[in-house]
């Protein structure tokens, strides 16, 4: 899907914690943050990410429109630093995921937070199957058609 | 006199728009993920002509313009000059978004087969009138493969590509920073293509319905058939500040490809994308794509004519603006007419004069 940008495989962890169920997200968050120390805020807010798609004509790269996003960037007191960015306008949501990419860097409670990973990894596949066997359900058999 | 007017209207202004706002009473959260939960389909067109994808945001702009679909644009794009722009997402290759919906009515047995998706195409057009009368309407649960779809589906034009029926030159990528854009720079003629699309992607589906059916009626040069049309959800790919790459979510799109035999020994295609799920304009704006090469100047399916009618805020605000007091330029227009009513009649005069003295 994402062709020439530089080769490097997406990161699974972030792309999950981004989808990841926000209740469970900032609970698990909340959790950890007294064991992170005083970190400082950099960023959090809300903001735009332009989205280009490119045409199936011409090959031609346009862009479709932007895209509402909550993002948080936090420094711990070690430097490590942590990122996180979601669809919509949920900054709480953007700044767990930021605390729990800091932690997971730093080795803080990282068992903890790969479970996390791993289980809501899980059902987000559970979920995306559940919603391709309802798609696969309007196959057209031709043969029969 | 307008001064006048002016002036003596504060108070009527003030109260129109209670007038207007007490239609609709007292807007509540609750209100505004009832519209967005009950209405996808009309969040989904808000979203692609507001060019903001922000579901919730769409849904309040409803609520608070009461459905006025171009009062709720107006609001929406508005809003979004008030956000910084954070990045650029990763350009989304059109065959790699989770596929809800991919179907052709050009090529029958297409790789990947049709895929009907959620749709009501092939349903009854009965007004379920009984809801009115306290029977709630549940819809029926769908009843889910064993196996699950694949997530994507091959592109259809590349499948035309090898086959040698499509040879249209691709064009070379550019850095993402590079892509012409519409919310930064003027719309100019010829327009660059990236143009043309992103404007394509915001457009008025009313407008491009108007204008994309008068060529399918024959106002155009090429009759279109529908060679693909596909409903996803694709990943905004965004950039970790240490580089990583990860989805920060997944939004709606829509794309259609429609296609012609009118060409020189292969086939033409026309495309069009938006935000959320709006097949009517998708299909529209790919016929406009698809007839506007070497299209008569002025006529609807020339670049310049449906680009600049279909841009809403700008097509919806010109037309209301009209109702805006126009007193002095209309008053000078009517001092004008009187004039010259007044000289044909003095210049009249004399002639009658030596009539009467002939």
């Known amino acids: 899907m994402f062709d020439r940008h530089g080769g490097e495989m997406p990161s699974d962890d972030l792309t999950t914690l981004a989808r990841a169920d926000a209740a469970r997200l900032k609970h698990l968050a909340e959790e950890i943050l007294p064991r992170l120390g005083d970190m400082q805020v950099l960023k959090s807010g809300t903001g735009l990410v332009m989205l280009p798609m490119r045409d199936t004509v011409q090959g031609v790269e346009f862009h479709l429109g932007e895209v509402l996003v909550a993002e948080a960037h936090v420094r711990l007191p070690s430097g490590t630093e942590g990122y996180g960015m979601v669809t919509g306008r949920d900054i709480e949501r953007a700044m767990a995921m930021a605390l729990l990419d800091a932690a997971l860097s730093d080795g803080t409670a990282a068992d903890r937070i790969r479970a996390f990973i791993e289980a809501e990894a899980q059902a987000q596949q559970a979920a995306d199957t559940e919603t391709l066997r309802r798609i696969e359900a309007t196959r057209v058999d031709m043969e029969t058609f | 006199m307008a001064y006048v007017a002016t002036r003596g209207g504060e108070r009527a202004i003030e109260q129109s728009e209670r007038l207007y706002r007490a239609q609709m009473g007292q807007i509540d959260a609750a209100r505004v993920a009832e519209i967005e939960k009950a209405l996808p389909a009309l969040v989904d067109r808000v979203m692609g002509e507001a060019s903001l994808y922000a579901p919730d945001l769409a849904a309040l702009a409803l609520a608070q313009s009461g459905g006025d679909l171009y009062e709720a644009l107006l609001l929406l794009r508005a809003w979004r000059t008030t956000q910084p722009r954070l990045q650029i997402a990763e350009v989304v290759a059109p065959d790699a978004g989770f596929t809800h919906r991919r179907i052709s009515a050009a090529f029958k047995d297409i790789p990947g087969g ?241 009539e009467e003295t002939a």
């Open chain 2, 114 to 354: 049709q895929i009907l998706g959620p749709t009501l195409d092939y349903a009854h057009r009965l007004l379920a009138t009984e809801v009115l009368e306290d029977q709630p309407y549940a819809p029926p649960a769908v009843e889910p493969a064993a196996k699950p779809a694949p997530a994507t589906h091959p592109s259809l034009a590349e499948w035309q590509r090898a086959q040698g029926l499509v040879t249209t030159p691709e064009a070379a990528p550019v850095p993402r920073d590079e892509i012409p854009d519409l919310t930064r720079e003027p719309l100019l003629f010829p327009a660059k293509r990236a143009h043309t699309l992103q404007s394509l992607a915001r457009a008025d589906t009313g407008g491009t319905l108007a204008l994309g059916y008068s060529a399918m009626r024959g106002y155009g040069n090429s009759h279109p058939t529908v060679n693909e049309l596909r409903l996803s959800e694709v990943e905004v790919m965004v950039a970790h500040p240490d580089g990583r790459r990860f989805s920060a979510g997944r939004v709606k799109t829509s794309q259609a490809e429609v296609v012609t035999t009118k060409g020189k020994g292969e086939l033409r295609l026309g495309f069009t994308a938006t935000l959320g799920w709006n097949e009517v304009k998708c299909i529209s704006a790919a016929t406009l794509d698809l007839n506007a090469p070497g299209a008569e100047k002025n006529s609807p399916v020339e670049e310049e004519f449906f680009l600049y009618h279909t841009e809403p805020v700008e097509s919806s605000g010109f037309c209301i603006h009209f109702k805006l007091p126009h007193y002095v330029t209309f008053q000078s227009s009517l001092d004008n007419l009187r004039a010259a009513k007044t000289a044909k009649a003095e210049q009249a005069q004399p002639t009658d004069k030596k």
